[in-house]
């Protein structure tokens, strides 16, 4: 997807355009995803593309929803982010280069593959199964 920025705002509310398009944090414990069990697919809110499955959604209590690992591993791009004085990965949906959050490793978090996805609440949406 090669949208202007116009198009963007058409199709974004203005918070949901601050994070998507311009690399913006929601505050943490606040997002409608944190704490949901529901069961189901999260999506890219901009472009729809499939991004993480609930199976893979872990309780980090980091205050954004955390997942260990993408439904589909060339559903993300990670990205090289040296902002904030500090190297992190950012995570972008492969299919609209929307800003969903960052990948952390290292942390010691029980899981298979030992990465935290830190996701933007407001950069999903989700699809009940």
């Known amino acids: 997807m090669n949208l202007t920025d116009e198009q963007w705002r058409e199709r974004l509310t203005p918070d949901e355009f601050a ?57 993300v791009i990670l990205k090289p982010d040296d902002s904030m004085g500090m190297r992190r990965v950012e995570v972008l949906c492969a299919n609209c280069h929307s800003h969903l959050g960052h990948v952390f490793e290292g942390e010691g978090y029980p899981t298979p593959t030992d990465q935290r996805y830190c996701i933007n609440s407001i950069s999903l949406t989700l699809q009940p199964s």
């Open 19 to 75: 994070v998507l398009r311009r690399a913006g944090t929601e505050r943490p414990f606040v997002g409608e995803y944190t704490d949901t069990k529901t069961e189901g697919v999260y999506a890219c809110r901009a472009c729809g593309a499939e991004l993480f499955r609930s199976t893979e959604k872990f309780e980090s209590h980091c205050g954004w929803p955390s997942f260990f690992d993408p439904a589909d591993s060339d559903a």
